[in-house]
């Protein structure tokens, strides 16, 4: 049986990101695999037993923004990006500069994933969600390597397994959802317009038609956070 806070915060995370997800399990022997489909809230909510009982026998389960197999970095992006591993003034610091996540997640104490949407509505291609999720990372001293436009998450409500995160009774912390604000859109000024491999238009987001896609690497688990 899942704990109705277990449901609670993963379904308040889910629509709080307002964006198809695909859902990824890795057990301690490090295989993992993805769903690999678009997940709604209701489909999600679906699944949380099976990700329940996978996190028991422990599992790490994971979250990242649903893209069909074959996108690249010309193909839209669903406009939200993940910034790994921060602290909490790093946090603080992007508050303040009017940078407020659609979620923010405490993977681990004291250790945070935000969730940014670059894009009110589906706007942006990969390349430039890609771009953007770099330049947070290397301006709030994030994770550079976990950008991937479909960069995968810790999702909340579940305990995060990292031997080193194993308390003195031989339990794990919960990765606990902080906030959510579905209406938090990332400033256009702080949006990645222009990248080495795509041909932004001056202050547009629309990728020049005649550029060539450059293929996207699909997006690896980290088990940094």
Known sequence: ???????????????????????????????AFWLGQPHSPGDVDIAVARLAAENSRGAHIFVRP???????????????????????DAV???????????????????????????????????????????????????????????QPGRMP??????????KENGTFPFCRLVSVDPSAVLPSSKVAWKTDSIAAQAGGPRAASRQTPRPAADSSISLNS
Request: aromatic fraction near 6%; charge should be positive; proline fraction near 7%.
């Open 1 to 31: 049986m899942v704990h109705p806070a277990t449901r609670r915060a993963v379904l308040t995370f889910v629509r709080g990101l307002a964006i198809p997800v695909d859902l990824g399990i890795v057990h301690p022997a490090g295989r």
């Open 66 to 88: 649903f893209l069909a197999p074959g996108w690249t970095d010309l193909t839209e992006h669903p406009g939200i990006v993940l910034v790994d591993d921060l602290s909490a």
């Open 92 to 150: 603080a610091a992007m508050r303040r500069d009017g940078i407020v996540p659609a979620a923010l997640v405490e993977t681990s104490p004291q250790n945070f994933q935000a969730w940014v949407r670059i894009a009110a509505y589906d706007v942006a291609p990969c390349g430039i969600a890609r771009a953007t999720a770099r330049d947070l990372a290397v301006r709030y001293g994030a994770d550079p390597r976990a950008v991937a436009a479909a």
């Open 157 to 166: 409500g579940f305990t995060n397994r990292k031997e080193k995160h194993r």
